[in-house]
């Protein structure tokens, strides 16, 4: 009972975190009703706000620290983007093409960036990084370095039958010293289109979503999230997943 307590604290706590991560599998069609706030902000609001939130500066190798060899991008096409509202730092496998604050996207209140990859032809966002800083509270997320086996495992298990809509959760290895919490949104869900609290049809979300949840150096807590449409790709998900490692706080 104690176990499932903990669990149940920790959606709580956690679930609201991403524009995308709000009801779960019941709910799942709010994917595709959300997707439009993303793309009403195209290239003109992006890129008057970029330098009132941060600069990107060309990578340092000392502060790239693993990625300069897991990107598999060469040094001089890799960036450090220095977010100095909200210090901190990530190492990008290029220069964004936009900025803007979170809460452009997300709502007010929230604290962070979103970095820009790729438009569609339509000037609407096709691929995009957001970083979240004050990402959850501080009791909602254990320290994933401490946790047994068993409890990661219950941890896992409850985000993947919890109803979340979710394809692969799984606690994974950002450095040698820390963890975090991946999760992958489904590109099929099952959707409760009638209000009744159950799932009816089965509908193909326009994007898919990897969000990682973890602790700065300094204790921060952050996540991370990749939005790409119509669907991830293998190769920007280790993209992703390597540069969520190099997040520094300053």
Do not use: H
């Amino acid at each position: 009972m104690k176990t499932k307590n903990k669990i149940f604290s920790i959606l709580t706590g956690i679930a609201m975190t991403g524009m995308f991560m709000v009801s779960g599998t019941a709910q799942a069609a709010d994917q595709s009703a959300a997707s439009p706030a993303v793309q009403s902000n195209a290239q003109g609001s992006t890129q008057s706000t970029a330098a009132d939130t941060a600069k990107v500066t060309a990578s340092d190798p000392a502060k790239a620290g693993a990625a300069e060899d897991s990107m598999g991008v060469k040094p001089s096409g890799r960036y450090l983007f220095e977010s100095p509202r909200w210090g901190y730092s990530i190492v990008c496998p290029s220069k964004p093409i936009g900025v803007m604050p979170v809460s452009m996207i997300y709502g007010n209140g929230r604290k962070g960036d979103v970095l820009i990859f790729e438009y569609a032809s339509d000037g609407s966002i096709k691929k995009a990084w957001a970083i979240f800083r004050n990402a959850f509270e501080e009791k909602a997320l254990p320290d994933l370095n401490k946790l047994s086996q068993k409890d990661q495992s219950d941890l896992v298990n409850a985000y993947m039958n919890g109803g979340y809509g979710y394809q692969q959760v799984a606690i994974v290895e950002t450095t040698k010293n820390n963890k975090a919490l991946m999760c992958i949104t489904a590109k099929n869900v099952a959707a409760d289109t009638t209000g009744d609290g159950k799932p009816d049809k089965e509908i193909t979300a326009d994007s898919q979503i990897a969000v990682m949840f973890f602790r700065g150096n300094k204790g921060g807590r952050f996540s991370t999230e990749l939005v790409m449409y119509p669907e991830l790709t293998q190769e920007d998900l280790n993209l992703f997943r390597t540069g969520s490692s190099t997040v520094w706080e300053s």
